[in-house]
């Protein structure tokens, strides 16, 4: 699994020019599911990104983690994290098929609901207009290869 976490003063989705999920701050999360993550690798890549301690303390350092921020979670499912781009056209193979990807992003967005936050959603596979106001800019990249 792959999560593309930014820290954010506020986001939206947009599908067909109704807004289905808007943050006021935290985190914009792009999440990719690859063909052979788990439900064990689901709830650890919620755990992580719950748990990122990238808020700024009272000395302006980077120490803050997201429920002590007041932070909520706009999630939206990107298969194309698992893009090959080898070739001039990417490949992916390796993001995996609805069937499998669905639950998987759902468990994550329960195991990220079950520690307390706000989850706003896109639409899994819809046409989506993600927009979002980066704050630091502070953009991270997990992969659960590395978790």
Known sequence: MRA?????KSASVTIDGKTVG????????????HVSDTEDIAKKIADR???????????????VNPT????????VSQFTLYADCRKRRPGFIEAAR???????????????RSKGFKVETG?????????????????????????
């Open 4 to 8: 593309v976490v930014t820290r954010v």
């Open 22 to 33: 808007e943050i006021k701050g935290g985190f914009l999360v792009l999440l990719g599911v």
């Open 49 to 63: 990104i719950c748990g990122l301690r990238v808020f700024e303390d009272e000395a302006g350092k980077m120490n």
């Open 68 to 75: 002590d921020a007041g932070a909520e979670l706009l999630i």
């Open 98 to 112: 609805p069937e499998l990807a669905i639950p998987l992003y759902e468990l994550v967005i329960s195991e990220c």
């Open 123 to 147: 639409e899994f596979g819809a046409d989506m207009l993600v927009a979002s106001v980066n704050d630091g800019p502070v953009t991270l990249i997990l992969d659960s290869a590395d978790l």
